[in-house]
């Protein structure tokens, strides 16, 4: 459990109940998301853009139709989809604003956010609220996976192997993950997002130096950088000899086995607040970091 008294401490041991009520949300709200054979794009900022690549790489694997995530800044302007789907927590973040009011009337939006009443249902077609999920630390992490969580299930994914591997990771031991020096988070398909994800939270959180790239992208160029007290971290199956090869680097090596990757993103979290910890930051309050980034300028 993590149990430091910061408000991310509670936010992160919550997330197996509220995978749970995703699951169950996820049917009540089944003809807002996308369907069968849709052309979709999944868009967002930060943490929320991540949980939109992994949705998209799981949704186009199973089969259920073209699926392309941007981060809401960079969707091209002139593609056609069947149905847009936009993740918020904060429903204020300027770039999901601007580019739900470019797509108004062109083609169905679905908003996915924690605030009901947020400037996001002004502008999308469809809004589903994960009210539950919603978070007073700054850094995102049930709000994330539970949309994630939500999405799976939208999918036809069975949560209760996630949910029991989430309850396991609240309370396996970190060794000596907090002290690394550096972390580099590796996926292969939809893990890639998770692996994007832990690299933010560990530097949102804890100002730790991190990277994340596709694991077959590793052996070309990052691996330079492997070096006792530092650590390579695979979401998902870790390819043939990858390990062996981090090892002969010097750098710790762990994967998330035979684990749910989402469940295994829980335990990158906590990785991130010990580390906040140790370095004696704020977990909650990352430097330079507000809830959501709303620009005036634009
Ligand atoms: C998106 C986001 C977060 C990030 C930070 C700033 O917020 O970029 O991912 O951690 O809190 O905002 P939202 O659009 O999901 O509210």
Redesign the pocket.
């Known amino acids: 459990m993590a149990s430091g008294g910061y408000l991310v401490d509670g936010e992160i041991d919550s997330q197996p109940e509220c995978w749970l009520r995703a699951a169950e949300l996820a049917r009540e709200v089944a003809g807002v998301l996308p369907t069968r054979g849709e052309r979709v794009a999944v868009a ?7 949980m939109a690549m992994a949705y998209a790489t799981l949704r186009e694997a199973a089969g259920e139709g073209v699926t392309d995530a941007f981060p ?1 800044s960079e969707m091209p302007v002139g593609r056609v989809y069947d149905r847009v789907v936009v ?7 300027t770039e ?1 604003l601007e580019l739900l009011r470019r797509l108004k009337g062109t083609v169905p939006t679905v908003g996915i ?2 605030v009901p009443a947020a400037p996001i249902a002004e502008v999308c077609d469809e809004l589903v609220v994960l009210e539950f999920a919603d978070e007073q630390s ?3 992490t049930r ?2 996976t539970t949309a994630l969580a939500l999405l799976r299930a939208s999918l036809g994914a069975d949560l209760a192997g996630a949910v029991a591997d989430a309850r396991a990771m609240l309370h396996a031991d970190l060794g000596a993950l907090p002290a690394s020096e550096q972390i580099t988070f590796l996926g292969k398909g939809w893990t890639v997002g998770l692996a994007h994800e832990a690299a ?1 939270k560990v530097r ?1 959180a804890a100002g730790l130096w991190s990277e994340a790239y596709p694991a077959m992208e590793y052996r070309h160029g990052p691996i330079s950088i492997a070096e006792p007290g530092r650590a390579t971290w695979m979401f998902g199956e870790t390819p043939t000899g990858l390990a062996a090869e981090v090892a002969a680097a010097g750098a710790d090596f762990l994967d998330s086995g035979q684990h749910d990757p989402m469940a295994h993103l829980v335990l990158a979290q906590r990785v991130a607040v010990a580390a906040a910890v140790k370095r004696e930051l704020d977990p909650d309050n ?1 430097r330079n ?5 709303v620009l005036d300028d634009v």
């Open positions: 967002g900022c930060g943490t929320s853009w991540f809401a993740i918020s927590r904060s429903g204020t973040t999901v956010t924690a700054v850094v995102q709000f994330a933010l949102e990352p970091l507000t809830r959501s980034i």
